[in-house]
Nanobody
Framework: VQLVESGGGSVQTGGSLRLSCVASGRDASPYAMAWFRQAVGKEREFVAEINSNGDMTFYADFAKGRFTISRDNAKSTASLQMDSLQPEDTAVYYC?????????????WGQGTQVTVSS
């Protein structure tokens, strides 16, 4: 299984980015998908999760109202729309597939995409 993220980049405060994650090697549709992030010097933290058919989502408090997770099972993709970005959102963002326990326990991970927000 391979997860490939894209869409990261550099934006100014208040800007938007849309991250995408493509899954290959297996059908992603039966499994939850999620986004995590890790800033320099900090532990990886949960951002958002979406269930297998896309009708249930869950967000970290900092993401509520600003980020939107979605998925397209026909294309084996998950996306994260990020609006009103702030410098504290600067991090490497990771896509994950197939939850196997707690909200932090996912079986497959991507390599990450860098998001940098400047003030």
């Amino acid at each position: 299984v391979q997860l490939v993220e894209s869409g990261g980049g550099s934006v100014q405060t208040g800007g938007s980015l849309r991250l995408s994650c493509v899954a290959s090697g297996r059908d992603a549709s039966p499994y939850a998908m999620a986004w995590f992030r890790q800033a320099v010097g900090k532990e990886r933290e949960f951002v958002a999760e979406i269930n297998s058919n896309g009708d249930m989502t869950f967000y970290a408090d900092f993401a509520k109202g600003r980020f939107t997770i979605s998925r397209d099972n026909a294309k084996s993709t998950a996306s994260l729309q990020m609006d009103s970005l702030q410098p504290e959102d600067t991090a490497v963002y990771y896509c994950a597939l197939e939850r196997v326990g707690s909200i932090y326990e996912y079986k497959y991970w991507g390599q990450g995409t860098q998001v940098t927000v400047s003030s």
